[in-house]
């Protein structure tokens, strides 16, 4: 890969080809096998540890959050979305305390009377229901439900504009 290195737009650090090549090229298609990573790195002539390092440097400036399959919501598990009316004093700290149970996957805030959205995916509805109680109690702020009614498949993956 004789590409020039780039400048990440959210850390302002350079960004290399290894890194570009994952973003870029792996929304979609993670290889279903016993080892994707060496897959992937056999895909680009590097090795599966490069592979993996580069992904762990990506997640921790934030560039990553996640890697790995999407489900269609309630196929395997439980999965709902969930809304908040969280005042703005508060915002980061009830973010950061979603963001702390591992079924939460991703937060966003909105500009809404409900300004904190989260998807909660677990094994199971008893474990989701415990996991939207324990916010709420936690808190102290009500959780609103919003389970999936009708399904629409939406592609969320977008090329990386790089600077």
Request: charged share 25%.
């Amino acid at each position: 890969m004789a590409e020039v290195s780039r400048i990440d737009a959210i850390s302002g650090r350079t960004v290399d080809p290894l890194e570009r090549a994952l973003v870029d090229g792996w929304q979609r298609d993670l290889p279903l096998s016993e080892r994707p990573y060496a897959e992937i790195a056999g895909r680009l002539g590097v090795s599966e540890d490069d592979v993996l390092a580069a992904l762990g440097r990506l997640h921790a400036r934030g560039v990553l959050s996640r890697v790995g399959a999407v489900v269609a919501p309630n196929q395997a598990g439980a999965s709902t979305l969930a809304a908040m009316a969280v005042p703005a004093d508060r915002l980061d700290h009830v973010a950061a305390l979603v963001s702390g149970y591992d079924e939460v996957n991703h937060n966003y805030e909105r500009e809404h009377a409900l300004n904190l959205w989260f998807v909660v995916a677990a094994a199971d509805a008893a474990r989701l229901r415990q996991v939207l109680d324990e916010i709420e109690a936690r808190t102290g702020l009500p959780v609103i439900d919003l389970p999936l009614v009708e399904a629409y498949h939406i592609d969320l993956g977008f090329p990386v504009q790089w600077r």
